[in-house]
């Protein structure tokens, strides 16, 4: 690891303020994904913002229809949450099968969605289930934020400080875990709101995406049926050496059945 | 720029000057020498560097020695009671044959204290789906998980 200098933030203001004054600065949650890259020199920033001793970024709430995971949150806080268990199990599902359980005592939200890695659960649960992704410059969709392959619609000094879930009739999340490090090879969010449904894919694209086709078949009528034949085209998800595109295809027809499934038991 | 950082190991007061990119594990092996907490790979997947960080499980190779100023850290070395008396964990890992080349081990006991903790009455399932994060080239599990099992009902009984 190249060396950087270190600060501590604090307040987000005072973050804000270090990412201006520095010259090629990232932000430090967690670290479960920053730190690892620059142990391999992935990448050699000039300054670490730790978040850390912010007291305001962290913690859960549940206002009205909406549960609120402030930035800071480690994935074993929502995980065993009893608000999050009762407003949004999918939710509280999803945290605890994040990585193992000393990732998951460090982790964030903050830094997952951050990352916007192909491969991480969190960023289905904000399709899915229609977050905002609120930050210290402004709200975002969750639908506008993840834009590609580690890429979001973040810009430069922006940090975010909570996620807002809106809080579903009933959801289910669904994956199929790397056996080595637990990320989605695919993991499928499906929620219901209403007449309305949502279908969020993880870990076979670039990023996250809805399944329009899905959403509507389940909105005419929901059950496993609607889901079962609807097969997604391959040619813009990913192969690697784990599996090739067109079995990431049927997997997710599979996990969103499964998940329907589950819903309607 | 070194920076100085505080913080309590296994219940005493240690500070040192550290860069900034120094890593908890290596403030504990190179800085304290307390060597019992291993490393075993670059990816934050072997497990060999669980520490507890105010009481919770944490992989001391993916953090910063500045990310732990203030914490109150527990290591291997901290486990066992001053007259050598093994804690129920590691006593356990002794009678269930929970351990061969011992390098996972320390990592082992210390995300076993941990599951213990937080999941009293874990069953089996539960338990190796608990050690998703620690890897054993060497037993097979079968030791290691019957080793947190029988130490978690030990440790459950002193509590009560
Ligand atoms: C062994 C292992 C297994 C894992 N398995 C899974 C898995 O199964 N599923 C999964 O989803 N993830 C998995 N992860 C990743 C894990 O969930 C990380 O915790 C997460 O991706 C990043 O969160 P962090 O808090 O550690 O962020 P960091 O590593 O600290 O930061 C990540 C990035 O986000 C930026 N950032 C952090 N916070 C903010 C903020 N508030 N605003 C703006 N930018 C910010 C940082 O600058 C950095 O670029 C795994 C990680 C490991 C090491
Ligand atoms: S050394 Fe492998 S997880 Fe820390
Ligand atoms: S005892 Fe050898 S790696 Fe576990």
């Known amino acids: ?265 | 720029m070194d920076i100085d950082v505080k913080m309590t190991v296994n219940g005493k007061a240690v500070s040192g000057k550290v860069e900034a990119r120094t890593l908890l594990v290596q403030f504990i092996r190179e800085h304290l020498r307390l060597t019992g907490t291993h490393v075993g790979c670059d990816t934050t997947q072997c497990g060999c560097c669980v520490v507890h960080v105010d009481g919770v499980a944490m992989k001391s190779c993916t953090m910063l020695a500045v990310q732990a100023e203030g914490k109150a850290i527990t290591t291997i070395e901290g486990l066992a009671s001053a007259d050598g008396t093994l804690h129920p964990m590691q006593q356990a890992f002794r009678d269930h044959h929970g351990l061969q080349c011992g390098f996972c081990t320390p990592g082992m006991v210390m995300m076993g204290v941990d599951i213990a903790n937080r999941l009293p009455g874990a069953d089996e399932k539960t338990v190796r789906h608990q050690l998703e994060g620690n890897i054993c080239r060497c037993t097979g599990y079968q030791g290691i998980v019957e080793a947190i099992m029988d130490a978690s009902a030990v440790m459950n009984a002193a509590r009560s």
Do not use: W
């Open chain 1, 1 to 265: 690891m190249h060396n950087f200098n270190y600060h501590r933030a604090a307040d987000v203001a005072d973050a804000a303020a270090k990412l201006a004054a520095t010259d090629d600065p990232k932000l430090l949650a967690g670290g479960m994904t920053l730190l690892p890259t620059l142990k391999n020199r992935l990448a050699a920033p000039s300054d670490l913002i730790d978040l850390a001793a912010i007291a305001g970024l962290k913690g859960i709430s549940v206002e009205g229809k909406e549960v609120v995971v402030r930035a800071m949150t480690p994935h074993a806080v929502v995980a065993t949450s009893a608000d999050v268990q009762k407003a949004l199990p999918a939710l509280a599902q999803l945290a605890g099968n994040i990585g193992d359980p000393a990732v998951r005592h460090r982790g964030t939200i903050g830094g997952s969605v951050a990352n916007s890695d192909p491969a991480a659960d969190y960023p289905a649960a904000c399709v899915g289930l229609d977050a905002t992704i609120v930050t210290n410059q402004r709200k975002i969709a969750a639908d506008d934020f993840f834009q590609g392959l580690f890429e979001t619609a973040l810009g430069h000094g922006e940090i975010i400080t909570e996620v807002r879930f809106q809080i579903p009739d009933r959801a289910q999340y669904m994956k199929f875990r790397h056996p080595a490090s637990g990320y989605a090879v695919v993991g499928v969010m499906v929620a219901q709101y209403g007449s309305k449904a949502r279908v969020a894919v993880t870990g076979a694209g670039p990023c996250v995406f809805r399944v329009a086709e899905m959403e509507a078949a389940l909105e005419k009528s929901f059950t496993p049926a609607s889901v079962a034949n609807i097969k997604v085209s391959a040619e813009q998800l990913m192969g690697d050496i784990h599996c090739s595109a067109e079995y990431r295809a049927h997997l997710i027809t599979v996990y969103a059945r499964r998940a329907v499934e589950a819903m309607v038991g």
